[in-house]
């Protein structure tokens, strides 16, 4: 998508390709048990978080880019920029081989906090 000028209506025309579906920065999510809005769900390959309360059966949106606050490993002394893994529904440090990449820690968190914001999906 990019903007054109159009001098002869005085304003700027949007233009983007026949084949454009959407920006991407949402995905649907089917909801096999009730997710809140605010939690991290993994949807295939990538994560989201729900946007509001999605009940078990329905279907909601999720946003897939951006920085969320998301809760972290305790032990874990986070530094911005270092890659985060999933595991019992906590971004770590540590990647034991299966654990799922979120993102990566957008500023520092230290051992004491219990959150820590997250990019999702770099």
Known sequence: MYLKSAPERGCAETVMAKNFVEEGKTVA??????????????????????????????????????????????????????????????VQLTNSGSDPLVGVVWADAGTSAEEVPVKLNV
Do not use: H, R, W
């Open 29 to 90: 999510i089917v909801a096999s048990a009730a997710i809140s809005s605010g939690e991290l769900v993994q949807v295939g390959d990538v994560f989201a978080v729900a946007l509001t309360d999605i009940p078990q059966g329905e279907t909601g949106d999720g946003m897939t880019e951006g920085v969320f606050m998301l809760p972290k490993l305790k032990t874990d002394d986070m530094k911005t920029g270092k890659k985060v893994y999933l595991k019992s529904g906590k």
